[in-house]
């Protein structure tokens, strides 16, 4: 039975992936469990299996075996469509690229997963302000992406994992693309974000990013070889 403390619970989780006619194990076994309000970050080489994780945590993959469920839910079968609505409404992620509509405005790319939901404009606007304000961004909604430095384009990007208020944030090497200061400011914001209750898991290689969080998870050869608090 699922223990409702736990947001994220996966169980033996396997992927293998199929390259030609080669199967390649991409995670071998892996079992996290993740409790409300936590910050973990998710550390390990390349090819470790860390970003194959996240977009299994994140319902853009679906795992070879094992069991998923996130807030209880098994979610590890679900056909495709379902995932993709879990995905839209309980799941937010943070892209290291971004991954910004490059003509349209921060407010428009921060509605976007409202409008997947099918969330009403007029309900839209307050809560996209909200997730703008909260990123320090409102003043800056009517600017597209090429006006904005790359450190305000992460932090759109944060808005808009978190405008749907989801189960769980996801945050793909949110500094990877970052200089010193601009990463220094995107961490205290998920940090902020953190302290206001979110539940965070983070895929990052550096072990200055890793230390800003309370719990680290390591990765070898798609084994986690190590948990720390």
Request: proline share 0%; charged share 15%.
């Given at each position: 039975m699922a223990d409702p403390a736990y947001v994220l619970e996966l169980t033996d989780i396997?992927?293998?992936h199929h390259v030609g006619e080669q199967e390649v194990p991409a995670l071998r076994g892996v079992s996290l469990t993740v409790r409300q309000?936590?910050?973990?970050?998710v550390t390990?080489?390349?090819g470790s299996g860390k970003t194959t994780l996240l977009s299994?945590?994140?319902?853009?993959d679906r795992p070879t075996t094992g069991s998923y469920r996130l807030e209880g839910q098994e979610v590890a079968a679900l056909p495709e469509a379902a995932r993709a609505r879990l995905r839209g409404r309980r799941i937010g992620v943070v892209f290291q690229a971004y991954n910004l509509l490059p003509q349209s405005t921060a407010f428009e790319n921060v509605e976007l997963p409202l409008v997947y939901a099918g969330t009403s404009a007029r309900l839209r606007r307050p809560l996209v302000l909200e997730a703008l304000a909260q990123v320090g961004l409102a003043a800056r909604a009517g600017h597209r992406p090429a006006q904005l430095s790359g450190g305000e384009q992460q932090r759109v990007g944060i808005a808009r994992a978190l405008v749907v208020r989801p189960a769980v944030l996801l945050a793909d090497e949110p500094t990877g693309n970052l200089d010193t200061r601009s990463a220094a400011d995107v961490?205290?914001?998920?940090e902020q974000v953190h302290r206001g209750g979110a539940t965070?898991?983070?895929i990052t290689h550096s072990d200055e990013v890793a230390a800003r969080a309370g719990r680290n998870v390591r990765m070898s050869d798609g084994h986690i070889i190590s948990d720390t608090s």
């Open positions: 396997t992927k293998v309000g936590e910050l973990v970050a390990g080489a390349s299994v945590l994140g319902c853009l961490l205290d914001i998920i965070i898991v983070m």
